[in-house]
């Protein structure tokens, strides 16, 4: 089955405590991207990327890093958390990231984090 | 930049009622538009995208939308709604026709459907 997969679904931590939120997707897609979904904002772009060892800042970077050595996966690091992250975190993933194409973005079911 | 306006924070209608979902964009040269609906506990879900041509698009679940050039429109409507429609549905418009993709997403509608 086609899918985007992200682990853990809830995760509560501390201020300052690494954490690692892992998205793996089967569709062989290149694009992948992490959103952050708050009330009343709807949904923001953290960071995305166009393919492996391409990635670029999109609305809302701070306080957040990526990796894309695989095309598969596209972890979201948090390298200090603070409460201001707390949020429900999205993965998705398309075929191609160029806007021209218009690939349809799948997403995860979501991570609720909090941060204490 | 583009930005999205979704109208309704929050929609009560009862079953089998029509529904309209309003959602706004700002112009733009390119404009591509998508309505997504997210089932409680679960991530987001192509409903229906506009990229060009017949201006009312034809969705799953019966859901249609209309994209309206002058008036920067692209309502989500369904004539007869069901308990299973309870969902919060968002509105998203993409950025540019070159360079990376960007979805531009609005605020969010929480649709309620009452027995």
């Known amino acids: 089955e086609a899918q985007v997969t992200q682990n853990p679904r809830y995760l509560i931590t501390v201020t300052g405590k690494k954490l690692t939120v892992t998205c793996s997707q089967n569709?062989?897609?290149?694009?992948m991207s992490w959103y952050r979904q708050d009330p009343g904002l709807g949904l923001r772009q953290i960071y995305y990327?166009?393919?492996?060892?391409?990635?670029d800042k999109g609305d809302v970077p701070e306080g957040y890093k990526v990796s894309r050595k695989e095309k598969r996966n596209f972890p979201l690091i948090l390298e200090s958390p603070s409460p201001n992250q707390t949020s429900l975190y999205f993965c998705?993933?398309?075929?191609?990231?160029?806007?021209?194409?218009?690939?349809?973005?799948?997403f995860g079911p979501g991570t609720r984090l909090t941060v204490l | 930049a583009q930005s999205v306006t979704q109208l309704d924070s929050q929609v009560p209608v009862f079953e089998e009622a029509p529904v309209e979902l309003r959602c706004n964009y700002s112009?733009?040269?390119?404009?591509?538009l998508f309505w997504y609906v997210q089932y409680p506990n679960q991530g987001l879900q192509l409903l229906l995208k506009?990229?060009?041509?017949?201006?009312l698009v034809k969705g799953i679940n019966g859901f249609e939308a209309e994209f309206n050039k002058s008036q920067t429109s692209f309502h989500l409507r369904k004539p007869s709604v069901h308990i299973s429609d309870t969902a919060e549905y968002f509105c998203?418009?993409?950025?540019?026709?070159?360079?990376?993709?960007?979805?531009?997403f609005g605020q969010g509608t929480r649709l309620t459907i009452n027995p």
């Open positions: 998705a993933s398309s075929l191609s990231g160029l806007a021209g194409a218009i690939d349809t973005q799948y």
């Open positions: 569709m062989n897609h290149e694009y």
């Open positions: 990327s166009m393919n492996v060892e391409v990635t």
């Open positions: 112009s733009s040269v390119s404009v591509y």
């Open positions: 506009y990229l060009s041509g017949s201006t």
């Open positions: 998203a418009v993409s950025e540019g026709s070159w360079g990376a993709q960007k979805l531009v």
